[in-house]
């Protein structure tokens, strides 16, 4: 038998494992992966239901909100746990492993949080802190907003609301316009706001349709028309730069620097749950006509062992770009942005490579539904396609490296 096979079907030094999947760790980060280990038997519990219903079960998303990680990035003066970009980033890889769609949701609603750092105090504390359930919706500005007295006068459809089963608010990102739907225009093109809206006041469409991250129940939803209160409203422009000082401030982030982080944690998190599933199966599975387990084939080792580098690489480079975003948040303008942007279309690629290895060297057995890598596979390439992943940020930086200016895609 080959040296790193036992008989009982696992790795006889688990020792390298250990190591290369362990970067250094602060007292707050354990005691916040502990939470998330913590919850690994409820979610493997309601895996199937999810993948079904196409949606998290209840049981799931209240033991997220009892281990407070539906607001870890949110300030601790609206209720949050205001964890480091890292620390965050480590908990949403660890769901990931266990569940993408679970990591997803928490994900979406830890960068919907950041915006209680723009919106008023007493409105963060409202849909924060006198608010135990997600607060998630569509930020791409696809409905329109008329002002009138007092605020504005929404209507609309939105798409990809993850995790909105369990939500009691909605954002609305919508463009700024007439009476006769003409934009309002400022130098940098349309004015545009994100609106807070109860979701009894939104209809739900029947959409989340998909390959992967059926769990995350990212249903459409439209507005015929509501009056939304100038204070439950951010501008997107305020958005581009970090919120202004006050006590209450959690990061001194811009938005947009921020998201990212929550979408390739999820990837390196699926990628890490693929590999450890394709590092199980390997020391069991003897495919067809051949007389050793995949494990003892040379080829085999050598393609794991880049795709263990390729996934610690995308998880090194995160934790970078963390101490980037943390350390040059309030001033570092276009090139920290350019920075955060290389390293989630970097992580992107990754991630999927290291799930395309395992899922390819696996054999049939990655086809089945029954097969773990089967999911893994759907939900990387489904998370991969989010615009804060998106391969156009190679190009975009390319531009901006080369003198240019830092567009989001041209």
């Known amino acids: 038998?080959?040296?790193?096979?036992?008989?009982?079907?696992?790795?006889?030094?688990?020792?390298?494992?250990?190591?290369?999947?362990?970067?250094?760790?602060?007292?707050?980060?354990?005691?916040?992966?502990?939470?998330?280990?913590?919850?690994?038997?409820?979610?493997?519990?309601?895996?199937?239901?999810?993948?079904?219903?196409?949606?998290?079960?209840?049981?799931?998303?209240?033991a997220l909100r009892a281990?407070?990680?539906?607001?870890?990035?949110?300030?601790?003066?609206?209720?949050?746990?205001?964890?480091?970009?890292?620390?965050?980033?480590?908990?949403?890889?660890?769901?990931?492993?266990?569940?993408?769609?679970?990591?997803?949701?928490?994900?979406?609603?830890?960068?919907?949080?950041?915006?209680?750092?723009?919106l008023p105090e007493q409105t963060a504390r409202k849909l924060f802190a006198e608010n135990d359930t997600l607060v998630v919706g569509g930020v791409n500005p696809s409905g329109r907003a008329v002002p009138v007295d007092g605020g504005f006068r929404l209507s609309g459809?939105?798409?990809f609301a993850s995790g909105s089963a369990h939500a009691d608010w909605l954002i609305c990102a919508a463009v700024v316009t007439g009476e006769d739907g003409t934009p309002h225009m400022t130098d940098t093109g349309p004015e545009t706001r994100m609106l807070f809206v109860p979701k009894s006041e939104c209809r739900m469409l029947d959409t989340w349709h998909t390959i992967g991250l059926r769990g995350t129940g990212s249903e459409h939803f439209e507005i015929e028309e509501t009056f939304v209160t100038e204070d439950f409203t951010v501008a997107v422009a305020d958005m581009?730069?970090?919120?202004?000082?006050?006590?209450?401030?959690?990061y001194a982030i811009g938005y947009y620097d921020f998201g990212p982080f929550t979408s390739a944690s999820t990837a390196v998190g699926t990628a890490q749950g693929a590999l450890e599933a394709f590092k199980s199966l390997a020391t069991r599975k003897t495919p067809a006509a051949a007389t050793n387990p995949l494990a003892g084939s040379h080829t085999v080792q050598e393609k794991l062992g880049r795709a263990e580098a390729?996934?610690?690489?995308?998880?090194?480079?995160?934790?970078?770009?963390?101490?980037?975003?943390?350390?040059?948040?309030?001033?570092?303008?276009d090139a920290l942005s350019a920075l955060i942007r290389l390293t989630a279309a970097t992580v992107a690629e990754n991630a999927t490579s290291v799930v395309d290895t395992a899922f390819r060297l696996a054999g049939t057995t990655a086809i089945y539904t029954s097969s773990p890598l089967e999911r893994y596979f759907r939900d990387v390439h489904t998370a991969v396609k989010h615009i804060t992943l998106s391969h156009t940020h190679f190009e975009t930086v390319g531009q901006y490296l080369l003198g240019g200016p830092l567009m989001m895609r041209r």
């Open 310 to 333: 390729q996934l610690r690489a995308a998880r090194l480079a995160l934790v970078d770009a963390a101490w980037h975003a943390e350390n040059c948040g309030e001033d570092g303008g």
């Open 157 to 159: 459809t939105w798409a």
């Open 67 to 118: 281990a407070g990680v539906h607001r870890m990035w949110v300030s601790k003066d609206f209720g949050g746990g205001q964890v480091s970009l890292r620390t965050g980033s480590a908990v949403i890889q660890r769901l990931a492993a266990a569940n993408p769609s679970v990591a997803w949701q928490m994900g979406v609603q830890g960068a919907i949080g950041r915006l209680s750092d723009y």
């Open 1 to 62: 038998m080959n040296a790193l096979i036992s008989t009982t079907g696992g790795y006889v030094n688990e020792q390298p494992k250990r190591l290369l999947n362990k970067t250094p760790a602060t007292a707050e980060t354990d005691h916040w992966l502990a939470k998330a280990d913590a919850l690994a038997s409820v979610i493997d519990e309601h895996r199937e239901q999810a993948e079904y219903e196409r949606v998290t079960p209840a049981p799931v998303i209240d």
């Open 240 to 250: 581009l730069r970090p919120p202004a000082a006050r006590p209450s401030r959690a």
